[in-house]
């Protein structure tokens, strides 16, 4: 029976002080490590037979313009199968220069949802075989997502909610 | 008139021994905005590039403006042959979010109406997948059942396609007495429908040659591209959200996991037709379950989050004050990161929410199951037939509209 705890010995053991940030989140157990790392620590969580987080479940990106330096996250969901187990790996990269290697030779997966992180947010996956727009015009040169592009026209005055709005 | 057209054609084009076909975006057989640019051999394709967004209208962002209740409307148009097991899911994330806890009776009611979305998708899927290999008939007979689903919906919710049912904590008004006997009615007419259209398929020599050994992909292959749902079951791994992570009182219930050997199309269509028959027993056993329980409960007591009764909001204070709270976005959500994920009728449809505590969500992200299976179509072609490519596709269940967000 696979716990958070045998999880984070076993990452502890083997990562040291470059997996950190333990915490859990409504069941699933979180934690974070360099953006160098997320394919070592991967590969050892897909590798190692009594972990076998062997299936991607989810890759996204996130971007908090505030954190300096570390303003684009990528989050990755794995589970391990047969235990029913989540797991979320998150790296933090610089908006300046968002490079993260791409974990495509592990799992097929994540081809096109790293593609569409790229898209949306401008994460550079280093290695990816094809890194193309997926979702939106190859001709688009930003990254819609992100959070400097707000969704609606901020120069229209007539839906001021400034007496509702937090 | 008589100019001289100057084409330009790609380097190479004129000494190579395929020829490139434009499969799609606008194909009568691909049943969706579905492009594929195929390199060809005669009639077998070598290779496959498919191109998705041709429909694709920014839910993540425009998620990010809108209040959580008007999220539902949203997650209608990602799966709509099965909206409304996109608007629970996404209930049941806010829920996770908040900490609510559902009365049994909501469970098993949302329970009801997620199964009759599942056999609905299933009966679209499945029938047009004959319609693919040249049978009409069967997808006209079972047709007339997903029109019965439909007015089932319409009865509990008003709407029939784009449902935007339910509402975070519970439905928006009870079932009535005209819903619960269409439900019966649907429960007594429609296996024998079922068995008809399994009898004209299932055994049929012409749809087995024509499915099987077609479009198959290996477990570990499927595992590899995030494979969920009756394709990554019909490769033979017994994996169901509803048993290795429950949600709606599903354990509740008792129901088999049906699995396929080879992942070809007929295994597909086949463990597809065994989950109409699982869900018929569910919500057959929920039917039973709701009558033992208090038949006026139909939402969780959230005042915060679940809208009060239009009639209290004109009588009484505090429903006027739980009114204004909720529709002009001052309710307190707790910041957090939740993922929630309920088996759609094509796979694991998931809710990536970060909440900061505001209206809004911070982001959400949709994990759409055919977004990501899709990506295996090129290698699950190649070397085929073309009509076999298109069997292929109907047999995995692709939605434009999940596929392209």
């Not at chain 2, 429960?187 to 429908?193: N, Q, R, V």
Request: glycine letters at 6%; charged letters at 25%.
């Amino acid at each position: 029976m696979l716990t958070h705890d045998i999880i984070k010995e076993k990452l502890t053991a083997k990562f040291g002080d470059q997996v950190y940030g333990f915490t859990e989140h409504y069941g699933i157990l979180t934690f974070e490590t360099p953006k160098e790392n997320n394919l070592k620590v991967l590969t050892f969580l897909n590798d190692d037979p009594e972990l076998g987080f062997t299936f991607l479940n989810d890759l996204t990106a996130v971007h908090y313009p505030q954190r300096l330096n570390e303003e684009l996250s990528v989050v990755y969901l794995v589970q391990n199968i047969k235990e029913g187990m989540r797991l979320r790996l998150k790296v933090f990269t610089p908006i300046t220069k968002p490079d993260v290697y791409t974990v495509t030779g592990l799992f097929a997966t994540s081809n096109w949802l790293e593609r569409e992180a790229y898209d949306f947010f401008g994460v550079n996956f280093v290695g990816h075989p094809n890194l193309i727009r997926i979702m939106n015009v190859d001709e688009m040169d930003y990254f819609p997502l992100r959070k400097e592009f707000p969704l609606e026209d901020q120069t229209r005055i007539d839906k001021d909610d400034d007496m509702f709005g937090r | 008139m008589n100019q001289k057209q100057n084409i330009q054609l790609p380097e190479g084009s004129l000494g190579k021994q395929t020829s490139t076909l434009n499969l799609g975006p606008t194909h009568p057989a691909t049943h969706g905005v579905f492009q594929n640019i195929l390199e060809m051999d005669g009639e077998r394709i070598i290779d496959a590039v498919p191109t998705v967004g041709y429909i694709h209208r920014a839910f993540e962002k425009l998620a990010e403006r809108r209040p959580f209740y008007q999220i539902t409307p949203l997650t209608d148009r990602l799966n709509y042959c099965s909206s409304p097991i996109n608007n629970m899911g996404w209930h049941m994330t806010v829920e996770k979010l908040i900490g609510a806890q559902l009365p049994k009776r909501v469970d098993y009611l949302r329970v009801i109406i997620m199964e009759l979305a599942r056999i609905a998708d299933h009966l679209v899927c499945n029938s047009v997948i004959g319609v693919d290999t040249g049978a009409l008939t069967s997808f006209v007979y079972v047709f007339e059942f997903r029109e019965l689903i439909y007015e089932i919906f319409e009865e509990v919710c008003g709407s029939r396609l784009t449902t935007n049912i339910g509402r975070i904590g519970g439905f928006e008004r009870n079932f009535s007495a005209l819903a619960f006997s269409k439900i019966e009615n649907f429960l007594k007419t429609f296996p024998a429908a079922m068995k008809e259209f399994e009898n004209l398929l299932t055994r049929n020599r012409i749809f087995m040659e024509r499915t099987m050994g077609v479009g198959g992909i290996a477990a570990d292959r499927a595992l590899n591209y995030g494979f969920t749902g009756p394709n990554l079951r019909a490769a033979g791994i017994d994996y169901d959200i509803r048993v290795a992570h429950p949600y709606a009182s599903y354990e509740d219930f008792d129901f088999t996991i049906p699995v396929g050997t080879t992942g070809d199309v007929f295994d597909r269509f086949l463990v597809r037709n065994e989950e109409i028959w699982q869900s018929v027993r569910i919500i057959e056993q929920a039917m039973v379950k709701i009558k033992d329980l208090d038949p006026a409960i139909y939402h969780a007591d959230l005042p915060d989050f679940y809208l009060p009764e239009k009639e209290d909001v004109y009588t009484k204070m505090e429903a006027l004050i739980y009114h204004f709270k909720i529709v002009m976005g001052e309710t307190d959500i707790p910041s957090g990161e939740v993922y929630h994920s309920v088996e759609g009728a094509n796979g694991e449809l998931g809710f990536y929410l970060i909440s900061d505590g505001g209206r809004t969500p911070y982001r959400l992200h949709f994990r759409r199951p055919c977004f990501i299976y899709y990506q295996a179509y090129p290698e699950i072609i190649r070397n085929s037939m073309l009509s076999d490519a298109v069997v292929t596709m109907s047999s995995l269940n692709l939605i434009a509209g999940e596929l392209d967000a």
